[in-house]
């Protein structure tokens, strides 16, 4: 069965009631986490949001990271590799997964990727009983009304989303992107961040549940899971302010307006693809890739910001870090991470989708960056 929710005031009250609270699913009241995403931006803001609540986060690149945390993201890299590969790796994955509290499983906000057959191999392999799909993101203008994902008011389908030349939207109707062989999916609808907040908060079982969507997801679970905001805490993150690299590897005209903000700035690298779309990028992503990996060795930058999973995957290929723990979100969907280099350096980590954030948020993320703490700690505002 199928079911289509948006939920009122009164359903939820009926639901928390018949329920009767949010149980903690752990003695210390951090249930443990488990997030497996597509790409790598992905995996990252998926973590993001908990750490923004108090619970420690690491990311692990195509396998599960050996430090022990609340939570657990992992990039799958499913998006880019061939839809036979899709459902062995995807499935593997969740199995290693599914023993923690709760599963989340991202989606593209745009619908990009093999959602249908990652849904289907992941749901099989999570051992949860329902699926609730929600891939809603406010902030960043993605909503969903009458079951159609919506990019400003526009189906994603018929917007540049849909002309991609890598990953196009190909879909814009959530119901068609759902494999038959799942019988009990809740799909939500939603425009704001609050009522995807209070319609999360409203289902019960969250154990039993394999949740699906975009940063608003995440959003919603970590605000139903750790009701306290407390703020990431301080990390030493071993690098302080210094010098920053910026990497462009996003064709999307909003990263590059974006990029048109720090151009020039003081102590910034910045490197950029050009801002036309190229009907085969890949050689353009491994040339900025290298450039921007030989920089990294060659130079002691303090933190690296990429647009795109695909670039910050391809950099840190050529760096060989495949684990890194989130520290922070300069902004929703905007998370900051930290890795260590094979010379035992610390490098921040700091990456968006190419479309996400307005002009000025490159601007803010280097100023925020730059009013860190002395080199010994980092601590952001």
Known sequence: MIWYHRYGAETIAFLVAWTGHDRDMRSNGKPTVGVLADDLTS????????????????????????????????????????EA????????????????DVLYKTVDSTLRGHVRMELDATFRASGRKR???????PAAGRTTVGG?????????????????????????????????????????????????????AALPDPEATLWVGSPGMAVALARRLAPTATGAPAAAAGGGPGDILIVIGSAN?????????????????????????????????????????DRLRARAFAALIATGGDTMEAILDLLEVREFEILHELEPG??????????????????????????????????????AAPRSEVVLP
């Open 43 to 82: 995996a990252a803001d998926g973590a993001g949001p908990f750490v923004m609540r108090g619970h420690g986060a690491w990311v692990g690149r195509g396998r599960l990271p050996r430090q022990e945390s609340d939570v657990i993201a992992v990039d799958s890299g499913s998006r880019s590799v061939p």
């Open 131 to 137: 699926l609730v799909f929600a891939p809603v993101f």
């Open 253 to 293: 005209p909003r990263s590059h307006r974006q990029a048109d903000q720090v151009e020039g700035a003081s102590g910034v690298t910045l490197l950029r693809s050009p801002g036309q779309r190229e009907d085969d990028p890949a050689p353009l992503l491994r040339g900025i890739a290298r450039d921007g990996a």
């Open 85 to 100: 590969e899709v459902a062995e790796r995807v499935a593997r994955l969740i199995a290693q997964l599914a023993s923690r």
């Open 334 to 371: 905007f998370p900051l991470g930290r890795a260590w280099l094979d010379d035992g350096r610390a490098l921040l980590l700091a990456m968006k989708a190419g479309g996400f954030g307005d002009e000025d948020t490159l601007r803010r993320a280097v100023t925020r960056l730059r009013h």
């Open 148 to 200: 159609v994902q919506l990019v400003g008011g526009i189906p994603v389908s018929e917007t540049a989303y849909g002309r991609d030349p890598v990953h196009p939207a190909r879909h814009s109707v959530l119901a068609d992107l759902l494999p038959p062989s799942i019988a009990n999916v809740v799909m939500l609808d939603a425009t704001t961040q609050d009522e995807l907040d209070a319609q999360v």
